[in-house]
């Protein structure tokens, strides 16, 4: 069975960091994809960022580009989404999935399987 545990959201100034991890266990499968999503009030879940576990190929929203970076640690089988420069419009509830699939870069959200039970991100202004 799959587990995903989200750590390190909290609150922050505008133009704060945080780093989020996601420690995980569970994922038999060589290849995988694990994701940060976030879901604020009122808005759908978006993908904020991926990274694949073949060759570490990474992918990220064009909204947090340049701001936000995901790494991984094989090690502690765990993933971080380092965020800088935070805004208002990040705040949100984030949570980290797997997917198994690999068919499509990024993974449609429909193929992530195993979820989080999500941090809250709260960006003051």
């Known amino acids: 069975q799959v587990q995903l545990i989200e750590s390190g959201g909290g609150l922050v100034q505008a133009g704060g960091s945080l780093r989020l991890s996601c420690a995980f266990s569970?994922?038999?499968?060589?290849?995988?994809?694990i994701a940060w999503f976030r879901q604020a009030p009122g808005k759908e879940r978006e993908g904020v960022s991926y990274?694949?576990?073949?060759?570490?190929?990474?992918y990220y929203t064009r909204s947090v580009k340049g701001r936000f970076t995901i790494s991984r640690d094989h090690v502690k089988n765990t993933v971080y989404l380092q965020m800088n420069n935070l805004q208002p419009e990040d705040t949100a509830v984030y949570y980290c999935?797997?997917?198994?699939?690999?068919?499509?870069?990024?993974?449609?959200?429909?193929?992530?399987?195993?979820w989080g039970q999500g941090t809250q991100v709260t960006v003051s202004s």
């Open positions: 569970g994922i038999t499968m060589n290849y995988y994809t």
């Open positions: 999935a797997s997917e198994i699939i690999g068919a499509d870069w990024p993974p449609p959200t429909k193929h992530f399987n195993s």
């Open positions: 990274i694949a576990s073949s060759d570490g190929s990474t």
